[in-house]
C-alpha cells in the first residue's frame, strides 16, 4: 500500500514539472504542420521551445518586390486563434501597406480575422502584398499617393529603396539579397 502511495506521489510530481500547453500553443502547432509555404518564403524559430514567437523571410521570385528578402516578426498571443498574429516588417521599407515602423496593413490582421484562418492564410496575404501592393488601404501614404498618380516614379522608389537609398530624407534598408 504505501509503495502504491509513493508511485502516485511521484506521478503528481512529474505532472507538475510538465508545462502546461496552451490551446494557442496546439493551435499554432497545427496550423504550423499545416504549413504549404513555397520556395519563396521560409520561417525560423530562434526559440524552438517558442513556437508562439518566428520570423518569416519572403523572397518574391516577380512583382517590383523581385530580388529582395523581407523578414517579419510574428507573435501571437495565447488568446489565438481568437485573435490575430501580430506581424511586424523588420526593415524599413518603401511600401504603401508598410509604414516606416514596420506595421503592416493587411485586412486580416485587423477587421476581417476569423479564427477559422490560419497562419497559412497570413503569410499568403503578406506574400501578395509583394506582388499587389494595395494603394487603396496605405499605412504609408506618401509611397501610396505616388503608386496611383506616378507608377513610373513608385517603381523607381522602389528599385532605389531596396538598394538602401533615401527617399525625401528616410533612409532605407537594403534589402537585396
Known amino acids: 500500500m504505501i509503495k502504491i502511495w509513493s508511485m502516485k506521489k511521484n506521478e503528481d510530481a512529474a505532472a507538475k514539472k510538465k508545462p502546461k500547453v496552451s490551446a494557442a500553443q496546439i493551435r499554432v ?3 504550423l504542420t499545416e504549413l504549404d509555404l513555397p520556395s519563396t518564403m521560409t520561417t525560423n524559430f530562434p526559440d524552438p521551445a ?13 512583382g517590383m518586390y523581385k530580388g529582395g528578402s523581407f523578414n517579419f516578426s510574428f507573435t501571437i498571443n495565447n488568446n489565438y486563434p481568437h485573435d490575430p498574429p501580430k506581424v511586424k516588417c523588420l526593415q524599413t521599407i518603401y511600401h504603401p ?9 493587411l485586412n486580416i490582421l485587423r477587421e476581417d480575422w476569423k479564427p477559422v484562418l490560419n497562419l497559412n492564410s497570413v503569410m499568403v496575404g503578406l506574400q501578395y ?19 496611383t498618380k506616378n507608377r513610373d516614379q513608385f517603381l523607381q522608389n522602389v528599385k532605389s529603396s531596396m538598394r538602401g537609398g533615401s527617399l525625401k530624407g528616410q533612409q532605407y534598408d537594403n534589402v537585396l539579397r
Do not use: H, R, S, Y
Request: net charge negative.
Open 29 to 31: 502547432q497545427k496550423d
Open 50 to 62: 517558442d513556437l508562439l514567437n518566428f520570423t518569416l523571410n519572403i523572397k518574391p521570385d516577380e
Open 97 to 105: 501597406n508598410v509604414d516606416l515602423e514596420g506595421n503592416v496593413c
Open 129 to 147: 502584398l509583394f506582388l499587389e501592393p494595395n494603394a487603396d488601404d496605405p499605412l504609408n501614404k506618401e509611397a501610396a499617393l505616388e503608386m
